[in-house]
């Protein structure tokens, strides 16, 4: 997999141009090996983008869809979750980001169904700073 990482993985259209229009402190929060996070925002040249902001479920012991995994990321960046924006490709972050209280966003690439009224569904990064901002 590694191997494959380095030669295969490409970073999700847009995502470079629409993190460089966002000013706020950015986290990754996983449930993937913080090896394997570091490795895949190196080869997608997105590293600075995180400023160190790694949150993974091997390191901090908690496994989404818990929504604890959120509130750790938030507080130790010293945010209150009203205040956070959860943006996941999948349906386990989705719920994790909804119970956590936090503004959440499905990168729904592939037209999945959710059963959360506030959650919003979009598939284009393109899109993600007016959502961001949308009251």
Request: aromatic share 12%.
């Amino acid at each position: 997999m590694t191997d494959l990482f380095e030669t295969e993985l490409k970073p999700v259209d847009h995502i470079e141009e629409t993190l460089k229009s966002l000013s706020q402190p950015k986290a990754v929060v996983s449930s993937g090996p913080v090896h394997k996070i570091n490795q895949a925002l190196r080869v997608c040249g997105l590293t600075k983008y995180f400023e160190g902001n790694i949150y993974s479920s091997y390191e901090v012991k908690i496994w989404k869809p818990d929504p604890s995994i959120f509130l750790y990321a938030a507080n130790s960046m010293g945010f209150k979750p009203e205040c956070c924006v959860v943006i996941d490709d999948g349906p386990v972050g989705v719920e994790a980001g909804y119970k956590a209280g936090m503004k959440t966003l499905f990168f729904n690439r592939f037209n999945e169904a959710l059963d959360y009224p506030s959650v919003i569904s979009f598939g284009s990064m393109k899109e993600l700073p007016k959502l961001i901002y949308a009251e």
